[in-house]
Structure formats: C-alpha cells, structure tokens
C-alpha cells in the first residue's frame, strides 16, 4: 500500500520561510517522479514542482528562484523549501507520486498517489 505522509508547512509571513516533507513508504521510490502541488480556496491545483530519481526539476514559473524541491533517495523523503514567501502562496500543498514512464510531470491526473495535504498561510 503507497503512502504519502506529509509534514511541515503552517502559518509565516510575507518574505519568511517554510519547508514540507514528505515520506513515501509502500513504492519503489527510485522508480517515481516525485511532485509538489497546490490548491487555493475556490482554484483549481496548480503543479508546484517536481524531481526525478536522478534529480532532475521543474518548477512552475511562478515559484521559480524562489522554491527549491529536493529528494533523499535513501529516506525515501521529498522537500520542498520555500523562501521569499508571499500571500499568493497561500493554499494547501499536496506531495504526489507517478511512475517514471512520461515526461509530463505536470499534470496532476497522471499522479497517482497523494499525500494528505498540509495547510500553508502566508500573511501580509
């Protein structure tokens, strides 16, 4: 059984840091892309970012420069570190999983797997 379980995010101001974890147990983890999505109130998810096995990334060009995604191929863990946060960032944040068999990484109906989601606040 694939489980996602997440951990971190909450409530920082405008231009503060916050960074999320996620822990992925029940998969071949080298075998997965790993993704970072988000969804705000009444908005559809947005892809966020996401890293290969090999440590490969995207990032959506709203968080570019300013979000940094990595993984630990060990710990089967993924982070995403968040710096220069503004209140647009404001939504829940999802960890995904999807089999490494397709370049579109940013499409959250080809994940799979997902973490609970985690409640991130950034005030102004």
């Known amino acids: 059984q694939v489980q996602l379980v997440q951990s971190g995010g909450g409530l920082v101001q405008a231009g503060g840091s916050l960074r999320l974890s996620c822990a992925a147990s029940?998969?071949?983890?080298?075998?997965?892309?790993m993704g970072w999505f988000r969804q705000a109130p009444g908005k559809e998810r947005d892809f966020v970012a996401a890293?290969?096995?090999?440590?490969?990334?995207t990032f959506a060009n709203s968080v570019k420069g300013r979000f940094t995604i990595s993984r630990d191929n060990v710990k089967n863990m993924v982070y995403l570190q968040m710096n220069s946060l503004k209140p647009e960032d404001t939504a829940v944040y999802y960890c995904?999983?999807?089999?490494?068999?397709?370049?579109?990484?940013?499409?959250?109906?080809?994940?799979?797997?997902w973490g609970q989601g985690t409640q991130v606040t950034v005030s102004s």
């Open positions: 890293i290969s096995w090999s440590g490969g990334r």
């Open positions: 029940g998969l071949t983890f080298s075998r997965y892309v």
């Open positions: 995904a999983a999807r089999f490494s068999d397709s370049t579109d990484w940013l499409t959250d109906s080809e994940y799979p797997y």
